[in-house]
């Protein structure tokens, strides 16, 4: 069951990630270079250098979760920024690209 949201917190592995590792070399990504708890309850996120494929790493109850997403054609963008919110990861995995937002003001009369 895809148990994440927006409470959690999400970080992006600069690097490109061996898509061959699993939970333990992750964990160990996420300890060496990182510099934080694997099984503190956020979010990690890794990339390969293609940028085809996507893994994110979760600590549940109980233990680790690892999703993963292979495209089939494209790549996912990559946000300049470590921590990600919630609306930047979901749109990086559906493949949504912002190029330029703006917000515009309301005034009431």
């Not at 959690?8 to 060496?32: A, I, P, T, W």
């Not at 996120?45 to 293609?50: A, E, I, Q, T, Y």
């Not at 292979?70 to 921590?83: C, D, M, S, V, Y």
């Not at 979901?90 to 003001?105: A, T, W």
């Amino acid at each position: 069951m895809f148990s994440l949201n927006s409470s959690h917190q999400y970080f992006l592995y600069q690097g490109h990630c061996d898509m061959r590792k699993s939970f333990d070399g992750l964990c160990g990504l996420v300890n060496s270079e990182l510099k934080r708890e694997a099984s503190g309850g956020e979010v990690f996120v890794f990339l390969n250098r293609s940028r085809t494929h996507i893994k994110l790493l979760h600590w549940e109850h109980g233990g680790f979760v690892l999703y993963y997403k292979r495209l089939e054609q494209g790549t996912f963008a990559t946000p300049k920024k470590e921590q990600l919110s919630w609306t930047d990861l979901v749109l990086m995995i559906e493949g949504i690209q912002v190029q330029k937002s703006r917000q515009l003001r309301r005034y009431q009369v």
